[in-house]
């Protein structure tokens, strides 16, 4: 129970100091989020295992920080592509209860285990589907999300499709990102001119484990 309270002030603290708005109820669910994660991580491989740095901060934190360039509006529909362990899909769900979003991924096991989690957590404004981008029809969406290890130029393929006009894509990615944008820019031909421009915004001032992170928002 102690760590459990050092570690809601600890996410409390860090949302506040990125005036990220919170609650204290958000922040018990993010933590119980965070406890479910480790323990479906120990049966199936959603994060890595051997991390530098703690699941809440690496993680759940991480994704939060979405929120720092992108506001989440009443009814916004939402698609979390590659979900993996739920991230960051599920932490966003959380702290934006008027928003709805859509977990999918390609790999059953993950996707029940976020099933599983999102039941667990009661969530109301998110479901998990087993399946690929280019199977989803009917389903359009405002935004569409992404902590996914793969081009840019690939999610902005796998994005463009699933998107309303002017919708936009959010990445969290690492490294160099000059070229992926160049390259995603270039082939925006062959996706109805999707994306028209890409803004990068770095993430400073918060610790070392975001020294090289960017959020990437692809935008028609």
């Known amino acids: ?82 979900t993996g362990g739920g991230l960051p899909g599920i932490p966003l769900a959380i702290i934006h209860s008027e928003s709805n979003f859509v977990l999918i991924d390609a790999t059953g096991k993950k996707i029940a285990a976020c099933q599983a989690m999102i039941k667990a957590l009661g969530l109301k404004n998110a479901v998990a589907i087993h399946g690929r981008a280019e199977e989803i029809k009917n389903m359009i969406f405002d935004t569409v999300l992404s902590r996914q290890v793969a081009p840019l130029d690939k999610l902005c393929g796998w994005a463009e499709p699933l998107l309303k006009t002017n919708g936009s894509l959010i990445c969290l990615k690492g490294g160099a990102l000059e070229r992926e944008i160049r390259q995603a820019l270039a082939g925006s031909k062959y996706h109805n001119n999707f994306p028209s421009h890409i803004d990068l915004y770095p993430i400073h001032g918060i610790n070392q484990f975001f020294t090289e992170k960017q959020i990437v928002i692809a935008q028609g």
Request: glycine content about 2%; aromatic content about 8%.
């Open 1 to 82: 129970m102690k760590q459990q309270n050092e570690d809601q002030t600890t996410l409390e603290m860090l949302c506040n100091e990125q005036a990220i708005e919170i609650t204290h109820p958000m922040v018990e669910q993010l933590v119980r989020y965070r406890d479910y994660l480790e323990q479906w991580n120990q049966k199936i491989n959603l994060v890595s295992r051997k991390e530098d740095a703690p699941v809440l901060i690496k993680h759940i934190f991480h994704s939060l920080l979405i929120t720092l360039h992108h506001t989440f509006f009443n009814g916004e529909q939402v698609l979390d592509l590659g």
